[in-house]
């Protein structure tokens, strides 16, 4: 288990130069925009325009902050994205345009390589007691309120809003507890059968 604090991720930015992304977590570890099998990160975005596009990658966005916004996807048609809408995946490939529908937002933004990584994002709601037991070879839960983290008979660590806990596959199952309603995204990415070396 680790923890990912939200003051220490990592900003850059945007491939197209048109903005700024917030790294949370990128394997392996170092890599850059080009050479990632999957990267987690949020992104603030001002104004209307085109999306970086990433040739062979799969991507997932959720709001996380802000009215939303409306996707125009090339070969897919529009798709409207809010707070209360599900996380939508497409291909990062193909050519994107965002509209603002009220103002900046703050997304998150789950991409994993086409064939070699393959990912799933769920909102989840934790109330007084929530467990999270790790079935992937990487689980990330991102919470965007206070959560206090237990993993099974060992740590504790109190998760702040943004922070990220980096679960790997056989680490103990992890005991949310929180005082208050909290949303938080849960993120679960295993390696393609072919990357793997799996017959």
């Known amino acids: 288990m680790r923890i990912l604090r939200a003051g220490d991720h990592r ?17 392996p570890a170092g890599a850059g925009l080009d050479g990632f099998d999957w990267r987690i990160s ?12 990433f040739p062979g990658v ?4 959720a709001i996380l902050e802000g009215e939303g916004m409306e996707l125009d996807i090339d070969g897919f048609g529009r798709h409207r994205l809010t707070p209360e809408t599900a996380p939508f995946t497409f291909p990062a490939d193909a050519a994107t345009e965002a ?4 103002g900046p937002i703050t997304d998150l933004n789950v991409m994993a390589r ?4 393959k990912h799933r994002v769920s909102r989840i709601d934790i109330s007084s007691e929530t467990s999270v037991r790790p ?18 008979e060992g740590s504790s660590a109190m998760l702040g809003p943004r922070d990220a806990l980096l679960l790997e596959r056989g680490d103990p ?3 949310l507890r929180t005082d208050m309603p909290q949303t938080a995204f849960l993120i679960e990415i ?6 793997s070396g799996t017959p």
Do not use: Q, Y
């Open 11 to 27: 900003r850059m930015a945007w491939k197209n130069g048109g903005g700024e992304t917030i790294e949370i977590a990128v394997h």
């Open 42 to 53: 949020m992104a603030r975005v001002e104004s209307d325009g085109p999306f970086s596009a």
């Open 58 to 61: 799969d991507r997932t966005l």
């Open 99 to 102: 509209s603002l529908l009220g």
């Open 114 to 117: 086409r064939g070699t990584a």
């Open 135 to 152: 079935c992937a070879e990487w689980t990330i839960l991102i919470p965007l309120g206070p959560v206090a983290s237990k993993a099974g």
């Open 173 to 175: 199952s992890i005991l």
């Open 190 to 195: 295993d390696p393609c059968e072919e990357a």
